[in-house]
């Protein structure tokens, strides 16, 4: 059993569009992937909830304020694709850095309040 892997945000809309059609619930855990036990569970519970589950694979390199510390982040895209399949997980979302971050992206979000220390 395989698990589809879905590189670009095109592709994951088109999907979930006919899914939608369908009348069908969809649910979306986000993970940085190295998964473990507690993601798993997750998984589990939106597919008790949804009638397709999205897991999302994305290490994100603005998460990290060390660029030591993104080379150091473990990358098991094989690994945790095998422990999603036989969960009877639809889509695994594993876009590239540039996917999210396109040439020319300047967005940035600041919010007062509850990101000061």
Known sequence: ?????????????????????????????????????????LVRAALERADRAIVTLFVNPKQFNSAADLVAYPRTEHEDAAKLAPLGTHILYAPHASEIYPEGFATTVSVAGVSEG
């Open 1 to 41: 059993m395989t698990i589809p892997i879905v590189r670009t945000i095109a592709d994951l809309r088109k999907t979930v569009a006919v899914w939608r059609q369908e009348g069908l619930r969809v649910a979306v855990v986000p993970t940085m992937g190295a998964l473990h036990d507690g993601h798993l569970s």
